[in-house]
Structure formats: structure tokens, C-alpha cells
């Protein structure tokens, strides 16, 4: 029976966008947004506000739509400053994209491996779930999730006694299966 570990997030990321006042690259949005109606037509804004001097940036969220095509519970969200509807916003790659921003997961997510550590000299299959798409390096959680050093888990890699069907050099934000032959 395979372990199952889950990539959960702690708090939102930090955005990487360059502030206009101070210079400084990190914004940390806070889950609040603002709405403005134009007679029938609605922009709506997820606000963050920058690390060093406190400005903040709106990121368009959608502008100049009519506000009867708003889904009614997505309006009720943005009212009510729904911290997941952030969550999911940050998330979305048309958001990033037309917002021009990256997302920083340093320090803002966790790995929950689900109890305590097989006994030694018997093989392990573990299956990687993450609850969000948040980049990691396998080796990483991998490391993390054993309480081994990276380069001793790039060591089994290269014996093979660490085996997966993906590659675990580079980023994943995809489950993924590896299993440890001790």
C-alpha cells in the first residue's frame, strides 16, 4: 500500500512585480479585493501591497465586463473578500498573465507526510499529491519528506535505488510516485 504525501499551501504567495514607488520586486496580497461599477459594467481588482513600502497594486481581475455575465457567486465572493477566491485568482495563468506578475512559493506552502517514517530495509512507495499547483523540486520534498540531504537523495537517484516514472530533476507542480528501495 502506497504512502501518500500532500503539497499543501500555508498562505498565499508572493507576487513578483517590480513596485513603482520604492523599486522593490515582492507584493503580498492580503485576499481583499475592490469592485467599481460603470452604470452596467463592472472592473474588479485583487489588491496587494508591496513588502518594503507598503504601496498598493491593483491586479486586474476583469475590467469593463457587464456585470450580468458575472457568475452570481463569484460577485458575492469579491464582496465578501473571499481568501480562497484569492487563492484561486493567483493561480489562474490568464490572472498572471495579463497582470504580467509571477508567483514566489517560498515559505508558503508545507509538505504533510502522514505519520511517521516506514522501518529501515523496507522498500517504500510514496505517491505526491499537491492540493495546488506550487512548484517544488521533487528532490526537495523528497529530502524534506525523508529527512535526508539533497544530495543524498540525488545519491539513491543516480544508484537507482530511488525509482518514479517522471523525472525528478527541474520543477513539478503535478502528483507524482517514487518509491525507495533501502
Known amino acids: 500500500m502506497p504512502k501518500s504525501w500532500v503539497v499543501v499551501?500555508?498562505?498565499?504567495?508572493?507576487?513578483v512585480r517590480r513596485c513603482h514607488r520604492c523599486g522593490a520586486e515582492r507584493f503580498?496580497?492580503?485576499?481583499?479585493?475592490?469592485?467599481?461599477?460603470?452604470?452596467k459594467l463592472l472592473d474588479a481588482w485583487l489588491l496587494a501591497?508591496?513588502?518594503?513600502?507598503?504601496?498598493?497594486t491593483k491586479l486586474t481581475v476583469f475590467e469593463r465586463i457587464n456585470v450580468r455575465s458575472v457568475r452570481r457567486g463569484l460577485l458575492d465572493r469579491l464582496h465578501h473578500n473571499d481568501p480562497s477566491l484569492a487563492a484561486e485568482l493567483l493561480q489562474d495563468p490568464v490572472v498572471r498573465?495579463?497582470?504580467?506578475?509571477?508567483?514566489?512559493?517560498?515559505?508558503?506552502?508545507?509538505?504533510?507526510?502522514?505519520?511517521?517514517?516506514?522501518?529501515?530495509?523496507?522498500?517504500?512507495?510514496?505517491?505526491?499529491?499537491?492540493?495546488?499547483?506550487?512548484?517544488?523540486?521533487?528532490?526537495r520534498l523528497i529530502a524534506e519528506g525523508l529527512?535526508?540531504?539533497?544530495?543524498?537523495?540525488?545519491?539513491?537517484?543516480?544508484?537507482?535505488?530511488?525509482?518514479?516514472?517522471?523525472?525528478?530533476?527541474?520543477?513539478?507542480?503535478?502528483?507524482f510516485a517514487f518509491t525507495l528501495r533501502r
Open 9 to 15: 499551501p500555508t498562505c498565499l504567495p508572493t507576487i
Open 28 to 39: 503580498r496580497a492580503n485576499g481583499k479585493f475592490r469592485a467599481n461599477a460603470h452604470h
Open 49 to 56: 501591497l508591496c513588502v518594503v513600502c507598503g504601496d498598493t
Open 97 to 139: 498573465r495579463r497582470n504580467r506578475i509571477a508567483l514566489d512559493w517560498e515559505d508558503a506552502w508545507r509538505l504533510d507526510t502522514g505519520g511517521p517514517d516506514d522501518p529501515e530495509n523496507v522498500p517504500i512507495d510514496v505517491v505526491v499529491r499537491f492540493a495546488a499547483r506550487i512548484p517544488v523540486r521533487p528532490v
Open 147 to 175: 529527512g535526508l540531504s539533497r544530495a543524498e537523495v540525488e545519491r539513491l537517484v543516480a544508484e537507482e535505488d530511488l525509482t518514479s516514472a517522471v523525472h525528478l530533476g527541474g520543477k513539478r507542480s503535478g502528483d
